[in-house]
Nanobody
Framework: VQLQASGGGLVQAGGSLRLSCAASERSLSSFSMGWFRQAPGKEREFVATISWSGGSTQYADSVKGRFTISRDNPKNTVYVQMNSLKPEDTAVYYC?????????????????WGQGTQVTVSS
């Protein structure tokens, strides 16, 4: 499945952004979806994941309570709403698709990746 992430940008600390991940070629309804991020000089890290149906979600401790992952299967799109952004949230954000029903915190369990969208949070 081809994934296209969008919605990144420059925002002040405390602000909000909503990232979108749109799929083409195949329906996303049979994939769990994840968001990961990679800051300069750091390894890619897990942010959030959502199950096939959207009934199960999981978050990294660093974003819990501030980020919300959701999906709209008829629109073949997954979102992450990011509130109360901090400078340490600055990174390139990637969406990814996994055949696992419940999703995963492990990047190696995702088969398809979007190209990434830059999020920059200024202090």
């Amino acid at each position: 499945v081809q994934l296209q992430a969008s919605g990144g940008g420059l925002v002040q600390a405390g602000g909000s952004l909503r990232l979108s991940c749109a799929a083409s070629e195949r329906s996303l309804s049979s994939f769990s979806m994840g968001w990961f991020r990679q800051a300069p000089g750091k390894e890619r890290e897990f942010v959030a994941t959502i199950s096939w149906s959207g009934g199960s979600t999981q978050y990294a401790d660093s974003v819990k309570g501030r980020f919300t992952i959701s999906r709209d299967n008829p629109k073949n799109t997954v979102y992450v709403q990011m509130n109360s952004l901090k400078p340490e949230d600055t990174a390139v954000y990637y969406c990814a698709a996994s055949p696992k029903y419940l999703g995963s915190v492990n990047a190696y369990e995702y088969d398809d990746w979007g190209q990434g969208t830059q999020v920059t949070v200024s202090s």
